[in-house]
């Protein structure tokens, strides 16, 4: 990881120095783009008591977008990870943008005080916000990255889940019934999944009282799995319905699914969210190495609303 090309080795040591956090939880993370890795455009960190957040990105980066991508990612896994319930941030008056990053991630203003500013020599307004966890958002559908609902919490997946998520997938009366998951599942498909397709926002562990109990996507598809102890209760319609709430209330479009012939179990929790059938072919089951009967299905947002009206 570098620097931008222009410090001097006593700013960038002035900076790390200023950037450390006092006393309790804190750190600090470098921003670099996927395309430079080894070039850092910028810092996003957390600390403090109370405990906030703040971030900068260089202004050759302005304009594109990376300070909310970074900001919501990064406390879309320590918020979480941490127990962190409430987050606060702060900007100056003048600077807008920093505000307008602020309330894509979900923050929301709190107050105005007079705070200072080294650089300016002189006394500036600063607005102040709170992100509760519920309210942080992530991704082009900004859906919640943590959900609560009656019995269960979903929240993010973390590499940490692995063992869990192993013990889950390589029973086969589980995965036989998921149409990409390979049998036997390795820490190898774990992480390629939790790097290539898991995204905040869309991708949660199911945790009920006893804790982990399975995995559910919620975006454009609908995918879920349940370890035996959580199966058989419920689990599944209200992961899947507060999942989806959030969805569709963030602007999200409709959301497909399906299941194998002969699961009656899916096809019921598909049928009580307000799933419709659209087709039936046959689709390649990774873990039984075989093509099996599917049925589809696809849910408008219209149709949820229908469904749970009143409930």
Not at 3 to 8: G, L, Q, R, Y
Request: charge should be neutral; hydrophobic fraction near 45%.
């Amino acid at each position: 990881m570098s620097i931008p090309a222009d410090w001097t080795q006593g700013q960038a040591a002035e900076f790390l120095e200023r950037s450390r956090w006092r006393g309790g939880l804190g750190f600090r993370h470098a921003i670099a783009l996927r395309s430079a890795p080894e070039q850092m455009i910028g810092t996003v960190g957390i600390g403090g008591d109370p405990i906030s957040t703040a971030y900068f990105i260089d202004p050759d980066q302005w304009g594109r977008g990376y300070a909310t991508e970074a900001l919501g990612a990064f406390l879309s896994v320590v918020m979480p990870r941490f127990g962190l319930g409430a987050v606060a941030a702060d900007h100056f008056r003048d600077n807008p943008a920093s505000g307008a990053v602020l309330r894509k991630v979900g923050f929301v203003e709190t107050g105005c005080e007079v705070g200072s500013s080294a650089a300016r020599y002189a006394a500036v307004e600063v607005l102040t916000y709170q992100l509760d966890l519920e309210r942080l958002r992530v991704g082009k559908v900004a859906a919640p990255v943590q959900i609560g609902s009656a019995r269960l919490t979903l929240r993010p997946l973390f590499p940490w889940d692995v063992a869990d998520v192993l013990a889950g997938l390589n029973d086969i009366g589980i995965s036989g019934w998921l149409a990409r998951v390979p049998h036997p599942y390795t820490e190898r498909d774990f992480f390629d999944f939790l790097e290539g397709f898991a995204r905040a926002g869309e991708t949660y562990a199911i945790e009920d009282a006893d804790g982990f109990s399975g995995v559910l996507t919620c975006g454009a598809e609908l995918g879920y799995w349940l370890v035996r102890r959580a199966q058989g209760r419920g689990y599944a319609t209200e992961a899947a319905r507060a999942a989806l709430a959030a969805w569709f209330a963030a602007g999200g479009g409709e959301v497909r699914s399906g299941h194998f012939e002969g699961n009656g179990a899916s096809a019921r929790v598909l049928g009580k969210l307000g799933f419709a059938e659209t087709r039936r072919r046959r689709v390649a089951c990774s873990a039984l190495g075989t093509l099996r009967a599917h049925v589809d299905l696809v849910l408008t947002p219209e149709a949820f609303a229908n469904q749970w009206a009143g409930r």
